[in-house]
C-alpha cells in the first residue's frame, strides 16, 4: 500500500477490475476489526482448565501460555524453590529475580506452589487434577508416575482427561527409558534432529564451519505448537466421543519432522543433504545478498521470475545460459557460484530501497500482461531486529503489547499471532510472582 496520494500498486490482473476494488475495500474493514479492539470478542475455550507442570522445560511453559491466549484457565504449578527455568534469562537479564523468557510466556497464568515431596503436595496436585482438562506434563518421564499421579494412573478414573507429555525423546521406546534422566533443552534438540549440520557457510575454513544452531528456540517453540495443534484436536475429539487420550511429543521429533525435505533428499539422492549455505537446493537466487546500505532478499522462484530480474538488472546476457530452472539447481555448487558472482555485482551498485521499488514497479506492471510471462522477483529489505522494531507495519498489527503489571508498571511484549475476526487470542495480563495464586487457587479447588 502507497500514500493516497500515490497510484495503488496492483500485482495481479485479477484486482484490477472496479467491483473487484469494492470487494477489497469490504474486505479492509474486516482486517480493521481484527486489528481493532479484541476484548468484546468471546472465547472459544475458555470452559477448559489447565495445569501445567514444567521443569525447565520451555516447551512445555510456551504451550501452556498459548492454550492461555485463547482462554484456557492455566494453572502453573511450582515446587517451593520455583521452576528452574525462572533464571533462564539473557545476559542475566531479570525483572525482580525473574528471567525475561519467563515472563513473556506467563501470559494469563495462574502461579501456585506445591511440594510434590510431600503426602500433601501429592494430594493437593491429584485433587486439582480431578477438577482440569488438561495435564501438561513437561517434566521427566516418568517422573509424575512415580509419584502415583501419571498419566497410567490418572486415566483409570478419568477416562476424559488428556494428558500432554513433552520431553526430548518421549515416553515410549528404548531409548527414551534409556535416555529420560537427559534434561530438555532447545540446543540438545536441535543437535538430535541433525539441523545445526545444514546452517553456514559450506566453504568456511576451519575453525568456521562448524555446526551452527538456529538463533532462536527453533525446537522448543515448534514443539509447543505441535503441542497446541494435538491439544486442541484432543478437546475436539472429546467433545465429540467424550474420551481423552494421552499426547506424547518429543522435542527432538518436533524439529525432526519440520525437515522432512531433508529426509526425501537423502532417500532420492542417496546421500546425506549437506550445507549449501546462502544457496536453496531448488531455487536460485533465493537468498540473502549485499547491496549499498545493507543486506537484501531475493525470491525469484520461477523461470519467469528470473527472468524477471535479469531484465530488471540489465543482464539479459545471462538468460542463454540460465534459462531453465534446471539450470540453477545445486547440483553443482561451483557453477552456481559463477551466476551468483554476476547477481553480487549487480546488487551491489543500488540501495536496499531502490531495489525494492523497481521489483515492484516491474510486478505491478507484469500483473496486466495477459501472458502472465514477465514473472514477479521479489526484492524485500533483510533487516536488522531494531529496524523491525522500527516497521509501522507491525505497530499496525499490534504485534507487540503493552501490558500492565501491579508493581513493575507498563512494559512491552509480543502480542498473540493470530489475527481472528470472531475468537481471537490475547493478552489478559502478565504476573509471574512464585505462588502468587496460592490463596486465590487453593481457596477455589479445595486444596490444604
Known sequence: MTEKSEKQLVFSKHLTSKATQNHLAEFDKLLVGMMGNVENKGWVIDDIKVIELSDSSFAGIIAAAILAEFGAEVIKVEPPEGDPARKITPYGININGVGLPFIMESKNKYHITMDLKTDAGRDNLSKLIGQADVVIDATKPGYLDSLGIGYRQLNRSRKDLIYLAISPFGHFTGKAESMFNIPDSDLTA???SGYPYLTGDPKAPEPYNYPIKAGIWAAWYMSAVLAVAGTLTALFHRRRTGEGQMIDVATNDAISGWQGFQIVWGFTNEMPRVRVGNFDWCLFPYGYYEAKDGYITVAASSDAD?????????????????????????????????????????????????????????????????LRSKGFPIVVETRTPAEVLKEKHWKVRKSIAEVEHPQL????????????????????????????????????????
Do not use: H
Request: glycine share 6%; aromatic share 12%.
Open 409 to 448: 508498571g507498563r512494559f512491552m511484549v509480543p502480542n498473540s499471532i493470530p489475527k481472528m475476526s470472531e475468537s481471537p487470542p490475547r493478552i489478559k495480563w502478565i504476573r509471574f510472582g512464585l505462588g502468587e495464586d496460592n490463596e486465590l487457587i487453593y481457596k477455589k479447588y479445595g486444596l490444604k
Open 306 to 370: 528470473f527472468r524477471g530480474l535479469i531484465k530488471i538488472l540489465k543482464r539479459w546476457d545471462l538468460e542463454n545460459d540460465w534459462r531453465f530452472l534446471l539450470d540453477r539447481i545445486t547440483d553443482d555448487v561451483d557453477k552456481l557460484r559463477d551466476l551468483e558472482k554476476e547477481f553480487k555485482k549487480e546488487f551491489a551498485k543500488y540501495t536496499r530501497q531502490e531495489l525494492v521499488k523497481k521489483t515492484l514497479q516491474y510486478g505491478a506492471d507484469g500483473a496486466r500482461d495477459k
Open 190 to 192: 536441535q543437535c538430535e
